[in-house]
């Protein structure tokens, strides 16, 4: 009996774009879309120089492209830009780009580099709802199992995010709001709260030294989307001595790798978190 084979994503002799298996079309439709992208509106002529191509194929190119949304003209100036079609498709990724499944990695690899747990965790209702760890092996170790919260002023996550906001943001946020006391090391002025922060955002990571549990310690950086806007958070949690104060900033490296690596693979990373207005 002849069993058909299961359909893949491509053929059993496919090489990739090295064994020369690019279609001259798409590599062309592609430069066009990058350019496109990469520029605040352009015109046919300059395409074509900025291409190496001639008007004629280019405007080929635009017209398929223009047939399927990916890209428009603007009549006035006959200057070409990404169609909504583009936004779609994009959209598409942005879908596919969960930040739980694509932080796994990351926080496997930060447990085995610190020797200490990761966790992940996300703004919710104005605390950090923890959604993921990878739990270190030690007897004693921080322990956040998802669906744990906890205050935004008094975690490490949580201060990350909030060194995102802009003035105005986190006033509001701060405005009504009782920052509540855990240990001696608490912050709760929302003077010295924002003093602290703009530290944090200075240095790239946020440190929660023993605010919400006396001898736990803290190291997170904020994970940033397709448009600069932090929308998670990574960190490392431990016992302070074995997270001893000569070690966080080489801990915080490690963190900030690790944010920037999750950020990259849903598309962000570009550059510092954009601030929340």
């Not at 280019?58 to 398929?64: A, C, E």
């Not at 006391?181 to 030294?209: N, V």
């Amino acid at each position: 009996m002849v069993r058909e084979t299961a359909r893949k994503g491509r053929p059993r002799s496919f090489g990739g774009a090295a064994a020369g298996s690019t279609i001259q079309a798409l590599d062309r439709a592609f430069s066009v879309l990058e350019a496109l992208a990469g520029a605040n509106g352009l015109t046919l002529s300059e395409l074509a120089r900025q291409l190496g191509q001639s008007p004629a194929t280019i405007y080929r190119v635009l017209g398929t492209l223009e047939a399927h949304g990916m890209a428009e003209v603007d009549p006035p100036t006959q200057a070409w830009f990404v169609g909504a079609g583009a936004f779609r498709l994009g959209s598409a990724f942005l879908r596919r780009a969960n930040v739980i499944e694509r932080s796994q990695p990351a926080l496997r690899q930060l447990m085995r580099a610190t020797g200490e747990t990761s966790n992940l965790g996300i703004e919710r209702d104005g605390e950090v709802l923890f959604v993921s760890q990878a739990e270190a092996a030690e007897t004693i170790r921080a322990f956040f199992p998802p669906g744990t919260v906890s205050p935004m002023h008094a975690s490490g996550i949580g201060k990350a995010l909030l060194g995102t906001y802009g003035e105005a943001a986190l006033a509001q946020f701060l405005r009504g709001r009782r920052l509540a006391r855990f240990t001696d090391k608490t912050i709760t002025d929302p003077a010295a709260l924002t003093e602290a922060l703009r530290r944090d955002r200075a240095r790239g990571y946020a440190i929660d030294d023993e605010e919400k549990a006396i001898g736990m310690r803290c190291v997170a950086a904020p994970i940033v989307n397709v448009f600069g806007t932090a929308i998670a958070g990574i960190s490392v949690s431990g016992p302070t001595h074995r997270m001893p104060v000569a070690e966080l900033d080489r801990i915080g490296q490690l963190v900030q790798g690790a944010a920037l690596a999750v950020s990259r693979s849903i598309g962000g990373g570009g550059g510092a978190p954009a601030e929340v207005p």
